[in-house]
């Protein structure tokens, strides 16, 4: 089961929230309620992504996954704002609005980075925050413009999502061996419109949002971050062992994790290697 539920975020912008399960049911005699979990996606992700880890928690969370402003189903306002600001906020209006605090926080790449700059905003709303294959050193300019050239060598509209699936998964020049679930990943943000299948999101909103955080350095605000904190990287991704190992010194209660056979889109390329590396720690923190 699959429930929507519209969240406004502080400017007025409308944003899509989903649980993908039934809410775990009280224990009888139970006055309190299940755990919140809110899960946020990375840079043109969007919730549906999260349906087989929201899935999974519901046996003992409420688990709600969020559509961020420009992606999925939420509103793509023309001229944003698409800042680190907003994008915090719209998260925190999610979390006040749905009475998920306080809340563990799982993101996946530029969702990661709003999970820890919103624990260290707001420590009273976060009870943990899963950090999964996010960088905290800044990428540069050289990084953005790979980013758009990478763009517009998208062959868009894909004629079917076979196409979909076989470009991002094999013929992508980002794409060093053939990768399935990069393919069902990007096939899962596309929609059919009048002359084949395009992007639910716009890449020149995409790049602007990206431009907003790629040029800086979030060291500072992960040190803020005082509730557990765990750093998972796969082992074929973004973030480097190095890097990863630096965040959890930097962060006053980390913890590291790593997936084997993954890359960026770890959540994606491992499920269940996913699941048991996040599980235990997410099982210590609900710990009466």
Not at 65 to 73: F, I, K, N, S, Y
Not at 183 to 193: D, K, L, Q, T
Not at 255 to 278: K, N, S
Request: aromatic share 10%; charged share 25%.
């Amino acid at each position: 089961m699959v429930q929507r539920i519209d969240v406004t975020g502080p400017d007025g912008v409308r944003l899509a929230a989903w649980e993908f399960a039934d809410p775990p049911k009280e224990a009888e005699g139970d006055a309190g309620h299940a755990p919140g979990v809110l899960l946020l996606h990375g840079l043109m992700g969007r919730a549906s992504h999260w349906a087989s880890t929201a899935r999974w928690l519901s046996g003992r969370h409420r688990a709600v996954a969020l559509d961020q402003r420009g992606h999925g189903r939420s509103d793509k306002p023309a001229d944003g704002p698409y800042t680190r600001d907003a994008y915090v906020a719209d998260a925190e209006a999610a979390i006040i609005q749905l009475g998920l605090a306080p809340v563990t926080l799982i993101g996946h790449s530029m969702g990661a980075l709003t999970a820890w700059q919103l624990a260290a905003k707001r420590p009273d709303l976060v009870r943990a925050v899963v950090i999964c294959d996010m960088r905290a050193s800044a990428l540069g300019i050289a990084s953005q413009r790979e980013w758009e050239d990478w763009f517009m060598s998208w062959p868009v509209p894909f004629a079917t999502l076979a196409d979909v699936r076989k470009w991002f998964g094999e013929d992508d020049p980002w794409v060093e061996r053939p990768n399935p679930s990069r393919g069902e990943f990007f096939a899962e943000v596309m929609a059919e419109s009048a002359d084949g299948w395009r992007p639910v999101f716009s890449r020149r909103q995409m790049l602007k949002s990206r431009e907003t955080w790629v040029f800086d350095a979030h060291w500072e605000e992960l040190a803020q971050v005082q509730c557990p904190a765990l750093v998972v990287r796969g082992l074929d991704g973004e973030l480097g062992r190095a890097e990863s190992q630096e965040m959890v010194r930097v962060l006053p209660r980390g913890e590291y994790a790593e997936v084997a056979d993954a890359a960026h889109l770890v959540h994606y390329d491992q499920p269940e290697a996913w699941r048991a590396a996040i599980e235990p720690f997410l099982d210590a923190v609900v710990a009466p």
